[in-house]
């Protein structure tokens, strides 16, 4: 009967003796099967940023502002946008707390893989020049684009008899502590501008600070300050009631639902001509082709009409730029916004 490997009556070799032929193959077998698990296991296994070119998955756009304000209008406006572009899911998660520090540190601190996007105020570059040791470094993040411009208008009861800059210097120069201007918080832009036009016309108009423009709104109204900062926008909705008037606006250039209304640098104070704008940023190690997507992306975005339109329609002037010319502005404000605060002692209590 012919013997064959399954036939449970072969013939095998004696002990002792072997079939050379099948071992040196059997040793090859196990070599081989080593090197391949030894290959298995060193190989790290594949992330979910590598799982494909960016992006692949959800994308976050963090904003440092509580839900419906106009930050996070504009976020969602920027979000819808990128979702039909890339075809994934981008979703808008507030972290609003600690004067937009909050929200900076946690991207600063997220995986650099473009999947993390920050989007904030100008508070990102105020808190670097108004404290000693903040927690964050403008290092700690790679610009991307600046989104929009936010312009800050100085706005007066409509009873106050000053129509401008110059009228108001001479009246304030009349009379010294008599007049009060309230701003969005001790640090903010509004609070850094009011006390940049006190040292640069020499007078003194007394500081009171609230929790946001609409707080001081009343007490404006009310002619209790009779002065007040805050966004263009805001004020923008309450000038049919006749109870205001926009004095000047910090921003580079006249706005185009106001042209009648000139600038702080127009009215010889282009020291404290500082716009505030909402700008996006990626973690400082996020590869510069994906921090190049961001920015094209966000360019191609702001330039969509309809984008344009509820831009301004939020009293804001629509930008996008590079990440380079981003990086300049940065820079620039640091320098500029930090020339007003040592100039005037200004600290976040």
Known sequence: MTSTPQDP??????AGTSSRPAEHARRRLLATLGLVT????????????????????????????APG???DL???????????????QVIVESRAGANTMLATSMVAKAPPDGYTMLLTISGFVQNLVLQANPPYKATDLAPVSLVAS???????????????????VKLAKQKPKAFSFGSYGVGSGGHIIGEGLNKAAGIEIVHVPYKGEAAGFPDLVSNAIQLQYGSTGFFARQLSTGKIKILA????????DFPTVPTFAEAG??????????????????????????????????????VQKKIYDMGFEPVGNTPAEFAQVITNDLQKWGAVVRANNIKLE
């Open 9 to 14: 009556h072969a013939v095998r070799p004696m």
């Open 38 to 65: 030894l290959a298995a296991l060193s190989t790290p296994m594949p992330t979910l940023a590598q799982d494909g070119p960016f992006p692949s998955r959800t994308v976050r756009i963090v904003i440092p502002t």
């Open 69 to 71: 304000g106009n930050l």
């Open 74 to 88: 504009l976020a969602r406006v920027l979000a819808e946008k990128l979702t039909a572009a890339w075809g994934q």
């Open 150 to 168: 936010f312009p800050i208008a100085l706005v007066a009861n409509a009873t106050l008899p000053a129509n401008d800059l110059t009228e108001l």
């Open 249 to 256: 606006v910090a921003s580079p250039q006249r706005l185009k």
């Open 269 to 306: 104070f282009g020291d404290i001509n500082l716009a505030g704008w909402g700008a996006s940023f990626l973690p400082a190690a996020t590869p510069p082709a994906i921090v190049d997507k961001w920015a094209t992306e966000l360019r191609r975005i702001v330039a969509m009409p309809d």
